[in-house]
């Protein structure tokens, strides 16, 4: 037969007690961290993954590109004769 101590029992509930209120201001902590690292990255206005490689692969092309013509310009410079300054 189990003999029922108040002591015991008040220490159960006080430790049950205990652990929940630390659950609780651990979920607020960690909502209110959220909430303001989220505001933070808002306001720094940065651009999404897929935008950034968009206008990296434009900016190849364009580089190339003016490579390209660079190179047809000195070409035809070249055939009609005109002296470029590098």
């Given at each position: 037969?189990?003999?029922?101590?108040?002591?015991?029992?008040?220490?159960?509930?006080?430790?049950t007690?205990?652990?929940?209120?630390?659950?609780?201001a651990?979920?607020?902590?960690?909502?209110?961290?959220?909430?303001?690292?989220?505001?933070?990255?808002?306001?720094?206005?940065?651009?999404?993954?897929?935008?950034?490689?968009?206008?990296?692969?434009?900016?190849?092309?364009?580089?190339?590109?003016?490579?390209?013509?660079?190179?047809?310009?000195?070409?035809?410079?070249?055939?009609?004769g005109?002296?470029?300054?590098?």
């Amino acid at each position: 037969m189990q003999n029922e101590n108040p002591f015991f029992d008040g220490l159960a509930k006080l430790l049950t007690d205990a652990a929940g209120a630390a659950k609780g201001a651990r979920d607020d902590i960690e909502a209110f961290v959220k909430q303001k690292l989220e505001k933070m990255l808002a306001d720094m206005d940065l651009v999404h993954r897929e935008e950034f490689e968009a206008v990296k692969a434009m900016a190849a092309k364009a580089r190339s590109e003016n490579e390209r013509l660079e190179a047809r310009l000195t070409e035809l410079e070249r055939r009609a004769g005109v002296k470029t300054n590098p």
